[in-house]
């Protein structure tokens, strides 16, 4: 059975840091793009960050400077370093992944983990 599997948020000061972790797990074959996105309160989702399987990536103009996405392929793990956080970054963070496993290939989706940036 496929899952993505996020950990790391909680409650952090602005200013502060918090690095999220993303594993996939199953009968997987090969992982293309990888990525977190985040949904606000009364908020579309939006992306943060996103890696190709080569390294290349790409950050919403909000975060660029402050986030840092990273992949480790032989665990199939894609991580965000979030430094300088704002309280405008307080979402739930979902980790996403075009991959091929067992069943097909298709885009997946994490059940989100809490950020909360508040003094």
């Known amino acids: 059975q496929l899952q993505l599997v996020e950990s790391g948020g909680g409650l952090v000061q602005p200013g502060g840091s918090l690095r999220l972790s993303c594993a996939a797990s199953g009968n997987i074959y090969s992982i293309y793009n990888m990525g977190w996105y985040r949904q606000a309160p009364g908020k579309q989702r939006e992306l943060v960050a996103t890696i190709t399987s080569g390294g290349t990536t790409n950050y919403v103009d909000s975060v660029k400077g402050r986030f840092t996405i990273a992949r480790a392929n032989a665990k199939n793990t894609v991580y965000l370093q979030m430094n300088s956080l704002k309280p405008e970054d307080t979402a739930v963070y979902y980790c996403?992944?075009?991959?091929?496993?067992?069943?097909?290939?298709?885009?997946?989706w994490g059940l989100g983990t809490q950020v909360t940036v508040s003094s």
């Open positions: 996403n992944a075009d991959l091929w496993y067992s069943a097909g290939r298709g885009n997946y």
